[in-house]
DNA sequence: ACCTGAACACCGTTCAAGT
DNA sequence: ACCTGAACACCGTTCAAGT
């Protein structure tokens, strides 16, 4: 005789497994690997945890405390490399550490490169750029600039590249044929000039030039002093 | 005998002013400005309009598309510089007018930089950009992904600008001590070595720093061909 | 300490019916 | 062509009451 599952009532049986704040992130980055961002509500995460949405309040600091944390878990999460000693290799292999931390949960992503983190997780990234900087020899009042610099310009290109999607890629030919006519067909000369180019985007590859660009530009900028 | 202004039902008569996309867009921004941008909803929007929520959907595509229509309108206001023929100033005037369109309202700026646009508005500045390029001799196969490092950079680095906001500036001396002790206590050494810079954020000369080190890095990497 | 019922004040959107 | 009533299926969050 299977007893209808009734909805629990107070603290649960000390048997259940308990409500915790990782459960409630692991839950919430599984709606958003499924079916985006835009799918995340308090509603959509605790069904899947078979819990009361407002038991989640308990954990977590409302929908954007939850969102922060998410952010939090992805950073946090993101393997900094051993400094060689290199500027260039240096700056470069944090780079590409950040994008791939970045691209592991590809439709969190923008979670990641928007939300102001107060919290710990945020600055170890800073602190790994600061420890190459500084150890080629910038004083800190330069390297924050610089830091900031080489942030945003990855923070900018990473969001492109989850916003322009797979879609965006260079597997689509049909797509890509399709913004092709559209940007020579725009009018402006320059862009209908380059549409081929335009309606491409190889996002490795393009994630490789700009890196190289900024770490050539601050490489350069440093032995200028 | 004032009759109790009631509800208008179908077409309004003809002496009223039509609803308009334009003044939908309008009406979004003055919710912007005030209220910031989560306070857009097609209920607020229509509230100002004194109009029916639904009523929106017969000049805008849905949500969405009215934040579209917001983001293509700033867009659209962008004046670009007409160019000298010196590549270096060229791109600071464009680099300089994006800035300044995207800060004229602050609260939208994020739908400015994060909003994918397919319509005409978002090439103006590509247009703009490519036309320097060409200019000073470089083909479009190589302007493309210099365009795209150039805007990403300028994206990531406003978008910092506008998610710190006026808080984080130089004026709030109380807010600058307590980040700066927040920073000394992270356990995270060259983070706090350099705690007194982190904690300020002079956005006018950092926009200017970023954006001549995108410049360099560019007109190098063309005298470099 | 943690969970939930009841409750509140919101959302975006469709569709048919009006003028 | 444009507007709205009725309706639907959602939201986030508070607070008191349970265990």
Redesign the pocket.
Known sequence: MTATRE??????PKGAP??TRQAIVTATLKVIDIDGID??????V?RILG?????L???VA???G?LDAVAEEILGSMHLPEPTGDLRDDLLAIGHAFRESALAHPQAAPLVLTRQLASLEGLAPVEAVLTVLRAAGCPPRDAVPILRTLVATLIGTLLREVHAGPTYGITDVAGIAQRRTTLEQSGLPRVAEAAADLARFDSDAEYQFTLNLAVDAVTARLSAT
Not at 51 to 55: E, L, Y
Request: hydrophobic share 25%; proline share 11%; charged share 30%.
């Open positions: 909805p629990r009532r107070g603290r649960p308990q409500l799918a995340v509500s308090m509603r959509s605790a819990v009361d949405p407002k038991s309040y308990n954990h409302g929908k954007d939850l």
